[in-house]
């Protein structure tokens, strides 16, 4: 049976990630890195399409699973009439080639215990063939080659291991204090077999490095527990070698079950560089904003008129979309999708996120780099004259381009961040005059066309009715203060229009037109869009509705799976998660929402609000 979203669990070597589920199988790993094909895709499939389970080999439940401390390192306790057996999952941080390590340990009694491993190259489309080589056991097809050894804790615990049904299965029973460490290494089919790590070695150097990471962060607010487990969440989306961010390390998790909103997430977006820069800056994290931050300036670099939504790991441009239609898809969500073609989009909110980037940075004290702020006036100097163009806006939407209210607002953010950086360096070159012009215009046509004064708030876009939880960041990027009557009325507007009992928005008014699409170009809906919760949670509390912003934050909380992980939607009416897991701009969320609470809670006394 297919798990739910939430009941799975993430590990990772900050390069790719894999997806554990409360049953023990590991179905979601892209090797070696968060965008390769996947070796293991039966979270889009089924078991033929790859994946690995150890598990007790009579019926049992995973009485509960955690991660041990403030890592990665995941630990799941299996409790059966004959004993009780914990299974240990992490991916260590990689020297050269990714390991997965999976520890069986014996608690009490005796457990028999089964491994089944098929391995699927090609995102489930290519089986290997398995051979015994020194000892151990490879698998090899085309590019990829992936070995499996066991390592018992002693000479008492045997593991019978042979091949059935294109798998490769392995039992063996584990008494109380026995272990038994099972290691899979991915290298290129061409190159020499890896060194071998010792498992239990590499338990303990991962246990260390994630301790010392996490003892980084500044935060001792009341949500600390959930703070630092969202930053590591971030840590582990993180593509090391470069700096990138994923958004998620998975494909094509659906935002309405069966649906077709099936969307690539393995890249890295430009829409959360502000967000994801300021939550790293509050919390201590200098060494990952600074990685960040260059990684956007690598990425960026080049012509402003070709400056892209999204990126890959490195800063590849080219993120081609395309179907594989053997993979039924999660819960029969097809199509299941590779690539992602709004990277090709125009949005010109992109800009002015970049830019804020930018100025954020240098006012953090991170080290400036010397080519920064001309590239934020080329950005700039394209966006005088584009600002004024129809976009597809924030969300990627796929019918007609229109004037978004969340673009224009952005571009406004854009000439109000170069001003800024003028006032407070006027040796700088650049001219001020000149951006408080733009900026003035972007403000006033703005006011004018994307208001609604009938229903006092703003929309979607200019002309229409629709809502956009986006304009929920209006005061918080400060292009109206927080006591404004039309900030006022959008955050009520967007809170009865767009939220579910209040509390779980959805991104925009998403109106059916005559053939059936919806007004972004698509077929059927989706779920409530958590970070656009957490948004609304910030705008009560900047508007003085300090006790409902906490309750509201609460409830999202409460969303978490059972190891503190967040999708990108949820649905309130099934009470399940939807969409790629985990979501960065989701974690993203929680941390400022939190973060906004402390600083609330430092200037206000208890009770306030």
Same mark, same amino acid.
């Given at each position: 049976?297919? @798990?739910?979203i939430?009941?799975?669990?993430?590990?990772g070597?900050? @390069?790719?990630?894999?997806?554990v589920?409360r049953? /023990?199988?590991?179905?979601?790993?892209?090797?070696?890195?968060?965008?390769?094909?996947?070796?293991?895709?039966?979270?889009? /499939?089924?078991?033929?399409n790859?994946h690995?389970?150890?598990?007790?080999?009579?019926?049992?439940?995973?009485?509960?699973?955690?991660?041990?401390?403030?890592?990665?390192?995941?630990?799941?306790?299996?409790?059966t009439?004959?004993?009780?057996?914990?299974?240990t999952?992490?991916?260590?941080?990689?020297?050269?080639?990714?390991?997965?390590?999976?520890i069986?340990?014996?608690l009490?009694g005796?457990v028999?215990?089964r491994?089944?491993? %098929?391995?699927?190259?090609?995102?489930?489309?290519?089986?290997?063939w398995m051979?015994?080589?020194?000892?151990?056991?490879?698998?090899?097809?085309?590019?990829?080659?992936?070995?499996?050894?066991?390592?018992?804790?002693?000479d008492?615990v045997?593991?019978?291991?042979?091949?059935?049904?294109?798998?490769?299965?392995?039992?063996?029973?584990?008494?109380?204090?026995?272990?038994?460490?099972?290691?899979?290494?991915?290298? #290129?089919?061409?190159?020499?077999?890896?060194?071998?790590?010792d498992?239990?070695?590499?338990?303990?150097?991962s246990?260390?490095?994630?301790?010392?990471?996490a003892?980084?962060?500044?935060?001792?607010?009341?949500?600390?527990?959930?703070?630092?487990?969202s930053l590591?969440?971030?840590k582990?989306l993180?593509?090391?070698?470069?700096?990138g961010?994923?958004?998620?390390? *998975?494909?094509?998790?659906?935002?309405?079950?069966?649906?077709?909103r099936?969307?690539?997430?393995r890249?890295?977006?430009?829409?959360?560089?502000?967000?994801?820069?300021?939550?790293?800056?509050?919390?201590?994290?200098?060494?990952?904003?600074?990685?960040?931050?260059?990684?956007?300036?690598?990425?960026?670099? /080049?012509?402003?008129?070709?400056?892209?939504?999204?990126y890959?790991?490195?800063?590849?441009?080219?993120?081609?979309?395309?179907?594989l239609?053997?993979?039924?898809?999660?819960?029969?969500?097809?199509p299941?999708?590779?690539?992602?073609?709004?990277?090709?989009?125009?949005?010109?909110?992109?800009?002015?996120?970049?830019? +804020? =980037?930018?100025?954020?940075?240098?006012?953090?004290g991170l080290?400036a780099?010397?080519?920064?702020?001309n590239? @934020?006036? =080329?950005?700039?100097?394209?966006?005088?004259?584009m600002?004024?163009?129809?976009?597809?806006?924030?969300w990627?939407? &796929?019918?007609?381009r &229109?004037?978004?209210?969340?673009?224009?607002?952005?571009s406004?953010?854009?000439? +109000?961040?170069?001003? %800024?950086?003028?006032?407070? +360096?006027?040796?700088?070159?650049?001219?001020?005059?000149r951006?408080?012009?733009?900026r003035?215009?972007?403000?006033?046509?703005?006011?004018?066309k994307?208001?609604?004064?009938?229903?006092?708030?703003? *929309?979607?876009?200019? /002309?229409?009715?629709?809502?956009?939880?986006? *304009?929920?960041?209006?005061?918080?990027?400060?292009?109206?203060?927080?006591? +404004?009557?039309?900030?006022?009325?959008?955050?009520?507007?967007?809170?009865?229009e767009l939220?579910?009992?209040?509390?779980?928005v959805?991104?925009?008014?998403?109106?059916?037109?005559?053939?059936?699409?919806?007004?972004?170009?698509? #077929?059927?809906?989706?779920? *409530?869009?958590?970070?656009?919760?957490?948004?609304?949670a910030?705008?009560?509390?900047?508007?003085?509705r300090?006790?409902e912003?906490?309750?509201l934050?609460?409830?999202?909380?409460?969303?978490r799976?059972?190891?503190?992980?967040?999708?990108?939607?949820?649905?309130?009416?099934?009470? &399940?998660?939807?969409?790629?897991?985990? @979501?960065?701009?989701?974690?993203?969320?929680?941390?400022?929402?939190?973060?906004?609470?402390?600083?609330?809670?430092?200037?206000?006394?208890?009770?306030?609000?």
């Open positions: 049976m297919t @798990q739910r939430e009941d799975y669990a993430l590990i070597d900050l @390069q790719t990630a894999a997806l589920g049953d /023990g199988s590991l179905d979601w790993l892209c090797l070696p890195r968060f965008d390769s094909a996947a070796c293991f895709a039966a979270l889009l /499939g089924d078991e033929e790859g690995w389970r150890i598990a007790p080999e009579s019926s049992a439940t995973c009485a509960s699973r955690s991660y041990r401390g403030d890592s990665l390192v995941l630990e799941s306790v299996w409790e009439r004959s004993g009780r057996v914990k299974v999952d992490f991916m260590p941080q990689r020297d050269n080639a990714p390991d997965v390590v999976r069986v340990e014996g009490s005796e028999e215990m491994s089944t491993l %098929r391995l699927r190259f090609d995102y489930g489309n290519v089986v290997p051979r015994r080589s020194d000892g151990l056991r490879v698998a090899v097809a085309g590019p990829d080659a992936v070995w499996l050894r066991d390592v018992p804790s002693s008492r045997k593991v019978k291991t042979w091949g059935q049904q294109y798998s490769t299965r392995s039992s063996f029973a584990v008494r109380e204090g026995e272990k038994v460490a099972f290691i899979l290494t991915w290298h #290129p089919s061409h190159e020499p077999r890896p060194a071998l790590i498992p239990y070695e590499a338990l303990e150097h246990l260390e490095d994630w301790a010392l990471w003892a980084k962060c500044t935060y001792d607010g009341p949500y600390r527990e959930a703070v630092l487990r590591i969440t971030l582990a993180t593509y090391a070698p470069t700096g961010i994923v958004a998620a390390p *998975t494909t094509s998790l659906p935002e309405q079950i069966g649906g077709v099936n969307w690539d997430y890249y890295c977006w430009l829409r959360d560089s502000t967000l994801t820069l300021g939550a790293l800056l509050a919390a201590g994290y200098l060494d990952e904003a600074a990685h960040w931050r260059d990684w956007l300036l690598r990425a960026v670099a /080049g012509d402003p008129a070709d400056l892209k939504i999204m890959g790991l490195g800063g590849e441009r080219r993120l081609p979309e395309t179907e239609p053997w993979l039924a898809g999660y819960e029969g969500s097809a299941v999708r590779i690539g992602n073609d709004a990277a090709e989009q125009l949005q010109l909110d992109v800009y002015g996120e970049v830019i +804020d =980037s930018l100025y954020v940075a240098r006012g953090s080290v780099k010397p080519h920064a702020w590239l @934020q006036l =080329s950005l700039l100097g394209f966006l005088e004259t600002w004024r163009e129809p976009d597809e806006g924030l990627e939407v &796929r019918g007609p &229109r004037h978004f209210v969340h673009s224009k607002v952005m406004w953010v854009a000439a +109000d961040r170069a001003v %800024r950086t003028l006032e407070a +360096d006027p040796s700088l070159p650049g001219d001020a005059a951006w408080r012009a733009m003035d215009e972007v403000h006033r046509e703005v006011c004018e994307g208001y609604d004064p009938e229903r006092n708030t703003f *929309t979607q876009s200019y /002309g229409s009715r629709e809502l956009d939880a986006a *304009t929920l960041l209006i005061p918080m990027v400060g292009f109206l203060p927080p006591d +404004d009557p039309r900030v006022v009325g959008t955050v009520e507007a967007v809170r009865s939220a579910r009992d209040g509390s779980f959805r991104r925009y008014s998403a109106d059916e037109t005559g053939d059936g699409h919806r007004v972004d170009g698509l #077929p059927g809906g989706e779920g *409530t869009f958590l970070v656009c919760s957490f948004w609304l910030d705008a009560l509390l900047m508007t003085g300090v006790k912003a906490r309750d934050f609460e409830k999202l909380l409460a969303l799976n059972d190891v503190g992980l967040l999708a990108e939607e949820y649905d309130p009416v099934a009470g &399940r998660l939807l969409g790629n897991f985990p @979501q960065a701009f989701s974690h993203i969320g929680l941390v400022g929402t939190a973060l906004a609470l402390a600083r609330e809670d430092a200037v206000a006394p208890e009770g306030a609000g």
